[in-house]
């Protein structure tokens, strides 16, 4: 079985830009959780998608905003790119709200 | 919100030996506590989790603690072995009606065991 993947594994953007970022969950999980990770720190959770409704959103501004569609995968979309947005976005999945969050090997976001 | 303390920063033991790492959290709500290993350049991974409702679980060489009264749990891995070196992160989630979706990570603790 595959597990989470994401796309793209590296993106170099400048500031002001948009970025669109893609997870896949495993097969079966309904559940997707983004989470940014800066260098030499733990995860931090952005927002939870469970059967296609927000069900959760941590303390990121306005720009930062995800869906999820009708198959489970799901997109987070940051806009007007700050310097400090360049982190590891990852992506995590569960079968269920309740389920362990296995997660993707994230995507490099570079801001210069 | 969730605060989650995790000490130590850094830890290197020799092979064979113990590793503990002591987690602590602010919110007496919270009721689900995973702990991942993240190696250089990789994927978080789940590596055993525990729920408030029980005390202590083990897995092979590794085990986890809960105190809900002093609000702190502790990985313990035992004959350690150089594949175990890594960043460790705790974590607590605080969900209503069961879920789990938010989890608040500690800082790590990059763990280097030494042949």
């Known amino acids: 079985d595959a597990g989470v993947t994401q796309s793209p594994t590296h993106l170099i953007k400048t500031r002001g830009q948009q970025v669109t970022l893609r997870c896949s969950p495993i097969s079966g999980h309904k559940s997707v959780s983004w989470y940014q990770q800066v260098l030499g720190q733990g995860p931090q959770f952005i927002f939870q998608y469970y059967e296609k409704e927000e069900r959760g959103r941590g303390n990121f501004p306005d720009r930062f905003s995800a869906r999820q569609f009708p198959n489970y995968s799901s997109e987070l979309n940051v806009n007007a790119l700050l310097l400090g947005d360049s982190a590891l976005y990852l992506c995590?999945?569960?079968?269920?709200?309740?389920?362990?969050?296995?997660f993707g090997p994230g995507t490099r976001l570079t801001v210069l | 919100g969730e605060n989650v303390e995790q000490h130590p920063s850094t830890l290197s033991v020799q092979e064979g030996d113990s590793a503990v790492i002591k987690c602590t959290y602010s919110d007496s709500a919270s009721n689900y506590f995973p702990w991942y290993k993240q190696e250089l350049g990789k994927r978080p991974q789940l590596i055993i989790d525990?729920?408030?409702?029980?005390g202590e679980k083990k897995d092979q060489r590794i085990a986890v603690t809960l105190n809900k009264t002093a609000k702190h749990f502790s990985l313990h891995i035992t004959e350690t072995q150089p594949e175990d070196s890594a960043v460790y992160f705790c974590a607590a989630s605080m969900g209503s009606g069961g879920s789990n979706y938010k989890l608040t990570f500690g800082k790590g603790t990059l763990l280097t065991v030494n042949p």
């Open positions: 995590a999945s569960s079968f269920s709200n309740q389920g362990e969050q296995f």
């Open positions: 525990i729920r408030s409702n029980v």
